[in-house]
């Protein structure tokens, strides 16, 4: 199963505690796909729309994949903290809820002393299990409702470690992103419900959905050289009537021609071109736009997507950091089945939290692809 974009803004209020904190920083980030994710928190690309939900709001955001399983991540309440807890619950009935901790010092700070702990309104909650192998700390499945309850309802929500030092999880945000997940998962008004709890009978939550295969089909190896077209203007023209209201410098800007924007042409298979042109670039991020076309005019182009940055073994990869630390990236790819190029997956790695490639994994759309 191939699973795994969103910078958010820091806060400016923290909680007084009675012990020691980490330091803090101030940060702002920003990036055409993470801006794209930002305006998505509501409504996604259609081609998913109904299958997925991406979600912020204040230090916690969602993200619901097309099978269903929701990811709910919590931060604390600026980028001073690396400290982030996960919530992640599958579609379908009587599904449980499970918690894991993240806390990754930065350069600046201290390493945890383990074991950790869990504290809810400044009373103990007890240990946190022993770190898996991605470093994260699980939490019981008592620990895992006491802090669902407390997240509902507001309180604080600090992690502990044995060296007398506090690391806070905001919860501002948690209530919006639990209802959210509800919604989404069918479960409001039932019994398992996160927050509006009822009587509605719980057959009646939505079932998990299957994950999507995909079956990649195999291309030209070495790829074969593109029809001979790539100055010709019919073809910029073309491709340049696949944009509608979206933006790509190469195909617009007038001054833009085939000597300062080349095109690159690679034949995937008898009948099918790839076509490529750079489209933006930003500070620390760029994008190039990618069209599947025939191998003569008038081409057919179908626009796949003007956000990727490579091209390989049949599949368009695009990657993009929320900012120049590259602590938050958001990550899509395109799989040719033979027929045409299907989105593989889709996914972010949450907020930017000052941890070298980012916390969590977030998919909004996964995929299984089968070899050729």
Same mark, same amino acid.
């Given at each position: ?108 700070? *201290?390493?945890?002393? $383990?074991?950790?702990? !869990? ?6 909650? @007890? +240990? =946190? #299990?022993? /770190?898996? &192998? ?35 999880? *905001?919860?501002?945000? $948690?209530?919006?992103? !639990? ?6 998962? @069918? +479960? =409001? #008004?039932? /019994?398992? &419900? ?179």
């Amino acid at each position: 199963v191939r699973t795994g974009h969103h910078a958010g803004g820091a806060g400016t209020m923290e909680r007084p505690l009675s012990r020691k904190t980490g330091m803090r920083t101030r940060v702002v980030a920003v990036t055409r796909w993470f801006a794209l994710m930002a305006m998505a928190c509501t409504a996604v690309p259609a081609a998913w729309a109904a299958d997925s939900v991406y979600f912020q709001h204040h230090d916690w955001l969602l993200a619901c994949d097309n099978t269903r399983t929701c990811r709910a991540a919590g931060y604390a309440v600026d980028d001073g903290s690396t400290v982030s807890v996960l919530l992640e619950r599958a579609a379908g009935p009587g599904t449980p809820v499970t918690a894991r901790v993240s806390l990754e010092p930065t350069d600046e700070q *201290s390493a945890a002393q $383990a074991p950790l702990y !869990l504290h809810l309104k400044q009373l103990d909650a @007890g +240990r =946190l #299990g022993n /770190p898996d &192998a991605g470093g994260h700390y699980p939490l019981s499945a008592a620990q895992t409702r006491q802090l669902l309850a407390v997240l509902a309802r507001g309180g604080q929500v600090d992690i502990a470690d044995s060296g007398d030092t506090l690391w806070t999880v *905001s919860d501002r945000g $948690a209530a919006a992103v !639990l209802l959210k997940m509800d919604e989404f998962q @069918g +479960r =409001l #008004g039932t /019994p398992g &419900a996160l927050m509006r709890k009822g009587t509605r009978a719980e057959a009646d939550v939505l079932p998990a959905l299957p994950v999507p295969h995909l079956q990649r089909a195999a291309t030209l190896d070495p790829p074969g050289p593109g029809t001979p077209h790539a100055d010709s203007p019919r073809l910029r023209a073309a491709l340049r009537s696949t944009l509608g209201e979206r933006d790509c410098w190469a195909l617009q800007d007038p001054d833009s021609g085939t000597d300062s924007s080349p095109m690159t042409l690679v034949r995937i298979d008898r009948d099918h071109v790839v076509a490529s042109l750079a489209c933006w670039h930003g500070a620390y991020n760029a994008g190039e736009g990618y069209w599947l076309i025939a191998d003569a005019a008038p081409w057919a182009p179908q626009l796949i997507t003007l956000d990727a940055n490579s091209f390989a073994d049949g599949e368009i990869s695009a990657s993009h950091k929320g900012r120049g630390l590259g602590d938050c990236w958001s990550r899509s790819s395109w799989i040719w089945d033979g027929t045409r190029f299907v989105l593989a997956y889709e996914g972010t790695t949450g907020l930017c939290r000052s941890v070298p490639g980012g916390t969590w994994e977030l998919p909004t759309h996964v995929t299984t692809v089968r070899e050729p």
